[in-house]
T-cell receptor, first 111, second 118 residues
Framework: GQQLNQSPQSMFIQEGEDVSMNCTSS?????WLWYKQDPGEGPVLLIA?????ELTSNGRLTAQFGITRKDSFLNISASIPSDVGIYFC???????????FGQGTRLTINP | NAGVTQTPKFQVLKTGQSMTLQCAQD?????MYWYRQDPGMGLRLIYY???????DKGEVPNGYNVSRLNKREFSLRLESAAPSQTSVYFC?????????????????FGPGTRLTVL
């Protein structure tokens, strides 16, 4: 089946640094979603991307839908302590019911 | 508008016991999902329901059953719990909005049920 390769698996950064993570797939998707999961909580949708090449921002977060439709990246600028958590990418094909999830990137921030 | 709600939040079972995890959404979504999350494993789909009255197996359905009671509610049942089913369980619903020129298609998660099977 389809798989998403999300990298890096974990990041340890200083507060104020910028963060970049990405997802790649061996096949194309029509929708890319980025979620964040805080400890003890369910994943919360951050950004949704629906068109190849689309660049979308949500505050300090910016995500792009790769032009080949096989990848997406998420950037976080000027990280703050509340950015700590696990970030998941997910892809969906047109008409498909199921999302394919990446394995997650665990972000840790040193104050 | 509560979104996706799940009960209970925590549960401890003994091997062989049964229980039902409840999920409800108030967003009028057609599709609902059950996932489990284990350390280092990400989210794995157990079952899903594309619409009221239909259910389909996901990636890891063994040991589980589901019921789509109505459009709002989707329950997950463990008939005979095993230690391997110790996990965090998430329910999600998916909705689309928009028209011919644009549409959004997003999936929303509940807060999770933390299940331990001894």
């Amino acid at each position: 089946g389809q798989q998403l390769n999300q990298s890096p698996q974990s990041m340890f950064i200083q507060e104020g640094e910028d963060v970049s993570m990405n997802c790649t797939s061996s096949s194309i998707f029509n929708t890319w979603l980025w979620y964040k999961q805080d400890p003890g909580e369910g994943p919360v949708l951050l950004i949704a991307l629906y068109k190849a090449g689309e660049l979308t921002s949500n505050g300090r977060l910016t995500a792009q839908f790769g032009i080949t439709r096989k990848d997406s990246f998420l950037n976080i600028s000027a990280s703050i302590p509340s950015d700590v958590g696990i970030y998941f990418c997910a892809g969906r094909n047109q008409g498909a019911q199921k999302l394919v999830f990446g394995q997650g990137t665990r972000l840790t921030i040193n104050p | 508008n509560a979104g996706v709600t799940q009960t209970p939040k925590f549960q401890v079972l003994k091997t062989g016991q049964s229980m039902t995890l409840q999920c409800a959404q108030d967003m009028n979504h057609n599709s609902m999902y059950w996932y489990r999350q284990d350390p280092g494993m990400g989210l794995r789909l157990i079952y899903y329901s594309a619409s009221e009255g239909t259910t389909d197996k996901g990636e890891v359905p063994n040991g589980y059953n589901v019921s789509r009671l109505n459009k709002r509610e989707f329950s997950l049942r463990l008939e005979s719990a095993a230690p391997s089913q110790t996990s965090v369980y998430f329910c999600a619903s998916r909705g689309t909005s928009g028209g011919a020129r644009w549409s959004t298609d997003t999936q929303y998660f509940g807060p999770g049920t933390r299940l331990t099977v001894l």
